[in-house]
C-alpha cells in the first residue's frame, strides 16, 4: 500500500495564496499519476489537477493560470501552489496516487478563503 499526507492547508485572503505540500511513503509498486482532489460541503469531490510520470499536468478550467502542480527530483513530493484565491476554493483538499495496485488517498487539508 502506499500512505500519503497532505499539509500547507490554513486561511488565506481573498487574492492571497497557499502552498499545499503531498508526501507519500515508498513504495514497489509502480505510481503513474499523482492527484489533487477537493470537496466543499454540499458539493461533490472535483478533480482539481493530475501529474503523470513524465511531469505533464491537466488542470480543471476553475484553476487553470492559478493553481500550479509540482514534484521534487525525491518522487516522494507533491505540492500545489495555489495563487489569486477565491472563495470558491474553499474545500478540503485531498491527495491522491493512481498505482498498479489502486488508487491509495490521503487524509485531506482545509484550505479556508476568506472574504
Known amino acids: 500500500q502506499v500512505q500519503l499526507v497532505e499539509s500547507g492547508g490554513g486561511l488565506a485572503q481573498p487574492g492571497g495564496s497557499l502552498r499545499l505540500s503531498c508526501e507519500h511513503s515508498?513504495?514497489?509498486?509502480?505510481?503513474?499519476?499523482m492527484h489533487w482532489y477537493r470537496q466543499a460541503p454540499g458539493k461533490q469531490r472535483e478533480l482539481v489537477a493530475t501529474i503523470n510520470r513524465g511531469g505533464s499536468v491537466d488542470y480543471t478550467d476553475s484553476v487553470k493560470g492559478r493553481f500550479t502542480f509540482s514534484r521534487d527530483n525525491s518522487n516522494n513530493m507533491g505540492y500545489l501552489q495555489m495563487n489569486s484565491l477565491q472563495p470558491d476554493d474553499t474545500a478540503v483538499y485531498f491527495c491522491a496516487v493512481s498505482t498498479t495496485a489502486g488508487k491509495f488517498w490521503g487524509q485531506g487539508t482545509q484550505v479556508t478563503v476568506s472574504s
Open positions: 515508498q513504495t514497489s509498486v509502480t505510481i503513474y499519476a
